[in-house]
């Protein structure tokens, strides 16, 4: 109801004061002395969501946040007191349902015939769209200047990360190459230089798999494998390296089914990679203690994989920003080398696999990273068969041809076979390669892909053609979107990726000898 009468006749002006107080497009309310709503038109009640006679109840009040009420309460007082003639503001209100909204509020004192205040006139306007878009846009020039401050230090640091393992492949390079060098020293500048180039490769590969995740680009390839098998590989690498770097550091490995082998499906490759970072990471930012990985299984039977550390810990501020491209925790003494993308691509391949991550940590005491994997772990039977050596593979007889432009690769990869007596043919490009399968009969081909004359896709194609039955292994060092299926789909029988590890080059080429080709 709208209780007030102004005066006891209406003028023509009135009339049509009325008419503008009803139909306006902004909410209007006419409050008194004791805050209660006397008088309102449409767009009022419209706005807080109410019904008009839900307001027969309500006082001024009851429209603003409990946090503001004290201030509302002044600025009356100040109207009705006569300190101001007008308040404008921008203002935070409560409609009906408890939903922030924010006005444009103008207020006025109405006076009655003898001059003084009776009633508050108040207008609103709603503003919250153009509020909500104000705060956003701040939001993100803040977010923008921050990415643009972290982008800058990264691209240094990128710099500097690049050019450290460079200098010093190409400094010790120079020093074996002096006459003056003894044999010894050679095989320990050729440690540093192998070192410095898996830093380096280690490098391109967060850059390219960062630019893929963000783009959307990186697939995933999915298949059962043994989690036991992956931790121990992982557990082998790093503790070399820690035995190297990191002597008062101890390297532990937890797995709840103890012997038996747990199989997970997933990728194998992206779970490698996770564990990779995460374990460089703990290994960057502990010095003392001890570093454990591993994984339990919940109630789900799903595994929750974790990297424990004793090392810095991360400042609560940081933990929000951990995950984030380019964020680097560093402490008042140490300034730890890094790119800071490492654990953003962490995070994201944990996404990717559908899974979750979350870390626990107290400064200077340790941190614990959590990763979820929505995929039920299977256990079997242990296999106790050793991992065979370069010296267990006999392929004599055996004729391989190798296909690869680049004289350097060839020459690796004939000394990485040396010991299993096969046969190494070189040819520098794919027409080459199909000529020479059609001439003779080889027991397998490596295919380098991009090759000049013609590419190993279309040589493998040509050669299936002529010589379907001869297995061919795709070797490239390109790393992108699909390349595998690209490879398979054109004949290859199998794929490995550059730089190539010989371990598991024997182990694909002798699974293809021992089915006889």
Known sequence: KNKLNLTNGISENERIFESMFKEAGIGIAIIDKNLKIKKYNRSFYELFGYKPEELDDKT?????PEAKRENAKKVIKALFNSEINKYVAEAVYLTKNQKEIWLKLIAT????????????????????ERVISKIKLEKAKEKAEESDKLKTAFLTNMSHEIRTPMNAIIGFSELIAEPSTDQATRKEFAEQIYESSNMLLKLIDDIIDMSQLDSGNLKLSKQQFNI????????SNFELEMHKHKENVELLIHNPFGDSIAYIESDELRLNQIFSHLLSNAIKYTHQGFIEFGFDIDQYDEPIFYVRDTGIGIPEEKKASIFNH???IEDRTNLYRGTGIGLSITKKLVDLLGGKMWVESNLGIGSIFYFSLPNKVTLFQIDHKSPKKVSDYNWDGRTILVAEDERSNFEVLKASLARTYADLEWVENGKDAVQKCIEKNYDLVLMDIKMPVLDGIDATKQIKKVKPAIPIIA????????????????????????PIKTHVLLEM?????ANGN
């Open 60 to 64: 001024y009040l009851d429209m603003i």
């Open 109 to 128: 004192v109405i006076h009655d015939q003898d001059g003084n205040p009776e009633f508050i006139l108040g207008m609103g306007e709603d503003i919250t």
């Open 228 to 235: 036991s098998s992956v931790l121990g590989e992982l557990y």
């Open 326 to 328: 380019f964020t680097k």
């Open 475 to 498: 070797q490239t060092a390109f790393v992108l979107k699909n390349e595998r299926n690209l490879c398979i789909d054109a004949g290859c029988d199998e794929y490995i990726p550059k």
């Open 509 to 513: 080429i002798d699974i293809f000898f």
